[in-house]
């Protein structure tokens, strides 16, 4: 079956630019998507098609994917943007997911 | 405004069944694929089950002939039958809406299903 790698976790200085990776096998043949989700919240989707942004999502989101590898770029780091953050993609009619990035911002 | 609202969780002892219940509203239900997704506490997502607008359903390989979604256009509903239920099975699940093959770009407020005697 399908998997997708993340980092289990990544830190950043407020201000910073944060990238978080997703790796699975040829991914760059895929549209990859990111979710941001809070501690009690459900997830939220704030990249789609690898680097589009749903209205709402601020400017500092972004995406990109290429080759085995899919990126989340959060530039400019808040202290609002600490979050679990998932990507996603499919493989054939099968939904799947990364295990997830606990970003820290410290 | 899109709305997902799940209904259902509770405990269920090993073996047992649940069905699970999504109301959606603030769009066209019928012309949306529809999915179910669930996190085990302090765990990552998975995925559970999809139906498409054709009605014809997905399921990954822990769920398949255990699980069956389906869904009630009339009544802007989506469901999950869980059969067969097991420890493992205890998580939150998410009623999520997919769009055009992108993403999943509205889900509920999620739902607890705890397996357990």
């Known amino acids: 079956s399908y998997e997708l790698t993340q980092p289990p976790s990544v830190s950043v200085s407020p201000g910073q630019t944060a990238s978080i990776t997703c790796s699975g096998d040829k991914l760059g043949d895929k549209y990859a998507c990111w979710f941001q989700q809070k501690p009690g919240q459900s997830p939220v989707l704030v990249i789609y098609q690898d680097s589009k942004r749903p209205s709402g999502i601020p400017e500092r989101f972004s995406g990109s994917n290429s080759g085995n590898t899919a990126t989340l770029t959060i530039s400019g780091t808040q202290t609002m943007d600490e979050a679990d953050y998932y990507c996603q993609a499919w493989d054939s009619r099968s939904v799947v997911f990364g295990g997830g990035t606990k970003l820290t911002v410290l | ?117």
């Open chain 2, 1 to 117: 405004e899109v709305q997902l609202v799940e209904s259902g969780g509770g405990l269920v002892q090993p073996g047992g069944s649940l069905r699970l219940s999504c109301a959606a509203s603030g769009f066209t239900f019928s012309t949306y694929d529809m999915h179910w997704v669930r996190q085990v506490t302090g765990k990552g997502l998975e995925w559970v089950s999809a139906i498409d607008t054709a009605g014809d359903p997905y399921y990954p390989g822990s769920v398949k002939g255990r699980f069956t979604i389906s869904r009630e256009n009339a009544k802007n509903s989506l469901y999950l039958q869980m059969n067969s239920l097991r420890a493992g099975d205890t998580a939150v699940y998410y009623c999520t809406r997919e769009f055009g093959g992108y993403g999943f770009d509205h889900w509920g407020q999620g739902t607890l299903v705890t397996v357990s005697s």
